[in-house]
T-cell receptor, first 108, second 115 residues
């Protein structure tokens, strides 16, 4: 069964055009939700951890938020270097389970 | 650079063959995780070792096996290879055995192509 579902699968934005990526999860008793960034040909790179509904974390142009059923990764005024695949993951049975990711492409 | 080293970076082999992928974790990290990434399945957890002991198991096929050695490096053995085993195989490491922070350090992966 799907534990983590990310949408959209792919997103193309113009430079400076803000948007949000969605991650919905079905794990009961969430013990942690994580965001990673993956560049082509590279391994995923850790961005954020969120533990409880209402929590927010920020890093440069990225802000992650968490509700009881989903998380959003907001990208404000993105630049071409923000182009990457963004992966959402949850902690389930002491394993980190990843979604399939959103491929983000920022056009200059 | 995450500090996690994986070899080889690329590997091309034939169906039915056996290969070994190697991972050296970051200095000081005791846990090693193996993930498989394919276009249709995304990043799938295979197995975790902590200080030489198997700690958690995911969707790892019986044809696959792994171990962690006393020097903490790990090897993932894939045997009787099938076309569908073609994928990127990532190794990640962490200091502790239960990563409640979610922070894993990934290597750059080994790309396996089975022809």
């Amino acid at each position: 069964e799907d534990q983590v579902t990310q949408s959209p699968e792919a997103l193309r934005l113009q430079e400076g055009e803000s948007s949000s990526l969605n991650c919905s999860y079905t794990v009961s008793g969430l013990r942690g939700l994580f965001w990673y960034r993956q560049d082509p040909g590279k391994g995923p790179e850790f961005l954020f951890t969120l533990y409880s509904a209402g929590e927010e974390k920020e890093k440069e142009r990225l802000k992650a938020t968490l509700t009881k059923k989903e998380s959003f990764l907001h990208i404000t005024a993105p630049k071409p270097e923000d182009s990457a695949t963004y992966l959402c993951a949850v902690l389930r049975d002491d394993k980190i389970i990843f979604g399939k990711g959103t491929r983000l492409h920022i056009l200059p | 650079d995450s500090g996690v080293t994986q070899t080889p970076k690329h590997l091309i082999t034939a169906t039915g063959q056996r290969v070994t992928l190697r991972c050296s974790p970051r200095s000081g990290d005791l846990s090693v995780y193996w993930y498989q990434q394919s276009l249709d399945q995304g990043l799938q957890f295979l197995i975790q070792y902590y200080n030489g002991e198997e700690r958690a198991k995911g969707n790892i096929l019986e044809r696959f096996s792994a171990q962690q050695f006393p020097d903490l490096h790990s090897e993932l053995n894939l045997s009787s290879l099938e076309l569908g085993d073609s994928a990127l195989y990532f190794c990640a490491s962490s200091v502790v055995d239960r990563v409640y922070t979610g922070e894993l350090f990934f290597g750059e992966g080994s790309r396996l192509t089975v022809l």
